[in-house]
């Protein structure tokens, strides 16, 4: 059983920054893919950010050049997403996943992010 727990979201002002953790425990190894996913109210999720086996980071488009996801070195399971230049409309609910393999993927429950203009 593989558990995923995300952590630091909160209130912030437009232009401001927070960083968000993500770890997971559980039946796995270190260094599986993991993901960033956001909803915002009335919306689908979007993928926000990912991070590859090789430690290779990919984003989507909205968030290019002003957020970062990272690898803890130590601790392989655990995942940062550091937002900076915030703005109202990444407002939302920011949830991580593991991917242990296509059929298995293990979702958080959520940590809510919200941007003041």
């Known amino acids: 059983q593989v558990q995923v727990v995300e952590s630091g979201g909160g209130l912030v002002q437009s232009g401001g920054s927070l960083r968000l953790s993500c770890a997971a425990s559980?039946?796995?190894?270190?260094?599986?893919?993991m993901n960033w996913y956001r909803q915002a109210p009335g919306k689908e999720r979007e993928f926000v950010a990912g991070?590859?086996?090789?430690?290779?980071?990919?984003y989507a488009d909205s968030v290019k050049g002003r957020f970062t996801i990272s690898r803890d070195n130590a601790k392989h399971t655990m995942v940062y997403l550091q937002m900076n230049n915030l703005q109202s409309e990444d407002t939302a609910v920011y949830y991580c996943n593991l991917v242990v393999s296509p059929n298995l993927i293990a979702w958080g429950q959520g940590t809510q992010v919200t941007v003041s203009s």
């Open positions: 559980g039946s796995v190894f270190s260094g599986y893919p």
């Open positions: 991070i590859s086996w090789t430690d290779s980071a990919n």
